[in-house]
């Protein structure tokens, strides 16, 4: 920033500002007219020449206009970008929709998604937290007729988990409601990752009925549950809004985005390993090549302090980075704030 003068800011800060919400190359003739600088338009296309010599510009070949690098971007997100303030009507509407389901973190991450997408009108996605420290907060086993039930796992965090079970022999309701309670008060407040190596059948020595059901029925299910909570969980939304944004007129480049897009497993793993806090990367500042067309707004919230997961979009270039930053970091410290309640109002319900 030391090498570009304050005109040059200004005008380059003025093609960015353009270019974001028109998608068309920036003319010298555009500036002029549009914005009040002083200065000829001569001395617009001189500077501007400037500007692409020292990399802050590209002069695509079909037309006469510049745009802006990916170097332009992060000069423009570090030092040019203004603040943006949502506006009452806009966090009324975050308030209430993402405070409907707080109980439930995977169900409130699926809305966050889906809110986040509308309100950007990009791709968005929400990770829940990875549940390695997760502790549990209770089980029911719920019957649905004699020979099924539903086994409900729920973690402090508030991930909930079912799975159907087939019973090898009918039970009652009143066995089921037993064997939950037995297995709460086994397991409550533990990490999951160590009710795995826990013996799993404690408690259930003087039932042996109970205990068998629980050996041969519940138990296979309980281990395979608690394995898939340990898991982070990927929700997106808004993939069709790619085909209302200009840089993906080109077929082949849609395509190339929504393969991307498909491959969730790798997807979630280059999102587990940003850092936290709001990051945002722009262009070839991914590392991964299928990611060096696009940029990438993440920001984390917090389950009961410590869970950390991640919300955030994905979309080309040209993006309106101020007001999206400022619906993701409304939004996760909305949900950091909604938990922090939530699991206050638990410890207030246990005592």
């Given at each position: 920033?030391?090498?570009?003068?304050?005109?040059?800011?200004?005008?380059?800060?003025?093609?960015?500002?353009?270019?974001?919400?028109?998608?068309?190359?920036?003319?010298?003739?555009?500036?002029?007219?549009?914005?009040?600088?002083?200065?000829?338009?001569?001395?617009?296309?001189?500077?501007?020449?400037?500007?692409?010599?020292?990399?802050?510009?590209?002069?695509?070949?079909?037309?006469?206009?510049r745009?802006?690098?990916?170097k332009?971007?992060?000069?423009?997100?570090?030092?040019?970008?203004?603040?943006?303030?949502?506006?009452?009507?806009?966090?009324?509407?975050?308030?209430?929709?993402?405070?409907?389901?707080?109980?439930?973190?995977?169900?409130?991450?699926?809305?966050?998604?889906?809110?986040?997408?509308?309100?950007?009108?990009?791709?968005?996605?929400?990770?829940?937290?990875?549940?390695?420290?997760?502790?549990?907060h209770?089980?029911n086993?719920?019957?649905?007729?004699?020979?099924?039930?539903?086994?409900?796992?729920?973690?402090?965090?508030?991930?909930?988990?079912?799975?159907?079970?087939?019973?090898?022999?009918?039970?009652?309701?009143?066995q089921?409601?037993?064997?939950?309670?037995?297995?709460?008060?086994?397991?409550?407040?533990?990490?999951?990752?160590?009710?795995?190596?826990?013996d799993?059948v404690?408690?259930?020595?003087?039932?042996?009925?109970?205990?068998?059901?629980?050996?041969?029925?519940?138990?296979?299910?309980?281990?395979?549950?608690?394995?898939?909570?340990?898991?982070?969980?990927?929700?997106?939304?808004?993939?069709?809004?790619?085909?209302?944004?200009?840089?993906?007129?080109?077929?082949?480049?849609?395509?190339?985005?929504?393969?991307?897009?498909?491959?969730?497993?790798?997807?979630?793993?280059?999102?587990?390993?940003?850092?936290?806090?709001?990051?945002?990367?722009?262009?070839?500042?991914?590392?991964?090549?299928?990611?060096?067309?696009?940029?990438?707004?993440?920001?984390?919230?917090?389950?009961?302090?410590?869970?950390?997961?991640?919300?955030?979009?994905?979309?080309?270039?040209?993006?309106?980075?101020?007001?999206?930053?400022?619906?993701?970091?409304?939004?996760?410290?909305?949900?950091?704030?909604?938990?922090?309640?939530?699991?206050?109002?638990?410890?207030q319900?246990?005592?």
């Amino acid at each position: 920033m030391d090498d570009l003068s304050q005109r040059k800011l200004q005008i380059l800060q003025a093609i960015i500002s353009d270019f974001i919400g028109s998608a068309e190359p920036v003319g010298s003739r555009t500036l002029s007219r549009k914005y009040d600088m002083g200065i000829s338009p001569a001395t617009i296309r001189n500077e501007m020449s400037d500007l692409e010599e020292m990399g802050f510009l590209t002069h695509p070949h079909t037309s006469a206009g510049r745009v802006p690098s990916d170097k332009a971007y992060r000069l423009y997100v570090n030092d040019l970008m203004p603040d943006y303030e949502l506006d009452e009507k806009e966090k009324e509407i975050i308030d209430q929709k993402l405070n409907r389901s707080v109980v439930e973190l995977d169900k409130t991450m699926e809305h966050a998604a889906t809110l986040l997408s509308e309100l950007t009108s990009l791709t968005a996605f929400a990770m829940t937290p990875a549940q390695t420290e997760a502790k549990l907060h209770y089980v029911n086993i719920l019957p649905v007729d004699e020979n099924t039930a539903v086994l409900m796992l729920v973690a402090e965090s508030g991930k909930v988990s079912n799975t159907a079970v087939r019973l090898k022999h009918p039970c009652t309701p009143q066995q089921l409601e037993f064997l939950s309670k037995v297995m709460t008060h086994n397991y409550k407040g533990k990490c999951l990752n160590d009710i795995l190596t826990m013996d799993l059948v404690k408690g259930l020595e003087n039932d042996v009925e109970a205990m068998a059901m629980y050996q041969k029925d519940i138990q296979p299910s309980f281990l395979t549950t608690l394995e898939s909570m340990l898991d982070t969980e990927l929700y997106m939304d808004g993939l069709a809004n790619i085909f209302d944004i200009p840089e993906y007129n080109d077929l082949t480049r849609a395509r190339e985005f929504l393969d991307l897009l498909k491959r969730r497993e790798h997807l979630s793993d280059v999102l587990l390993h940003r850092d936290t806090g709001t990051v945002i990367t722009i262009g070839d500042e991914n590392s991964d090549e299928a990611l060096q067309d696009c940029s990438l707004i993440t920001a984390t919230y917090h389950v009961n302090g410590k869970l950390v997961g991640r919300l955030g979009v994905i979309g080309p270039t040209r993006m309106k980075y101020d007001k999206v930053k400022s619906i993701i970091e409304y939004m996760t410290d909305n949900i950091s704030h909604a938990f922090r309640l939530a699991e206050g109002e638990g410890e207030q319900e246990d005592e």
